[in-house]
């Protein structure tokens, strides 16, 4: 293989991995049987939104140096201003159990939740389209 | 520290387009260049980048706007150390003459921080967050 072709192979390769990597992160998926959330993550949950918890929330699982988690809240605060919808964000490391419990590898991951039910969740970046119609269905 | 969410990217460009160019010219030296960059960025902080510091003066002498968003400097300052450690050891294997393994090597850098540059996914954070979350889990059980 020429250095020319090789070169435009690992580019596009790379280029063209990370943007289905990308469309993958952002798709909805809907858990089967709407798991509950367990104890802790809903006493913490009440604690921050208070009198805000009434409908759907988007929960923003973030980690430290976590940089698309910035580009994902953008999207989330979008949607939910839209839909009436709170957004709340919280460290993985505040809530290890959700963490294991929903298996959450990745950071930013967002649960939608509908009271204490995880009705979504989505990895990376939202796609706004399919989470807005997901929370429309919700409220 | 927060930094302007264009600054990796921007480094990750020049990052590739350097090592693209020390890989088909074959030039130890320019990936040597390179290496020294990732270190100072690495080593002494983004604040020290070169690249970085060349956006910052883009930025003044140019109308670029503020910054989009912003974002901490922890992954990528790591994505800086875990490039200074392939390329350098590109680098090395170059030198110790196994020039497969280390132009090898660099291409993955090039692969790597051409997603960046293109996509704005930043590899490197993935493994720093990725990092944190293992160490908080191992203090949380």
Known sequence: MTDLALVAAVLAVAVGGGLLLRRRGGHVVAPAGAPALDAGTRALVAARLAHRWRGAVLLQVTAPGCATCVAARRVLDEVAAGAGAAVLAIDAAEVPVLVSQQRILRAPTTLVLDGVRVRGRVAGVPDAAQLRELVGRLL | ?141
Not at chain 2, 74 to 89: D, E, I, N, T, Y
């Open chain 2, 1 to 141: 520290m927060e930094i302007d969410v264009r600054g990796p990217r921007v480094s990750a460009a020049v990052t590739c387009a350097v090592l693209v160019t020390a890989f088909l010219t074959r030039s130890a030296p320019l990936l040597a260049f390179q290496v020294a960059v990732f270190a100072v960025g690495a080593l002494a902080g983004l604040r020290w980048s070169p690249y970085g510091n060349l956006f910052r003066l883009a930025k003044r002498l140019l109308p670029l706007g503020p910054p989009p968003t912003v974002e901490p400097e922890a992954g990528p300052r790591f994505s800086q150390v875990m490039g200074l450690l392939v390329a350098g050891g590109g680098l090395v294997a170059v030198a110790a003459g196994a020039p497969g393994l280390g132009w090898g090597l660099v291409l993955v850098v090039v692969g790597l921080s051409a997603l960046l540059a293109v996509t704005g996914l930043c590899v490197g954070c993935e493994f720093y967050a990725a990092g944190v979350r293992l160490r908080s889990r191992g203090a949380a059980t």
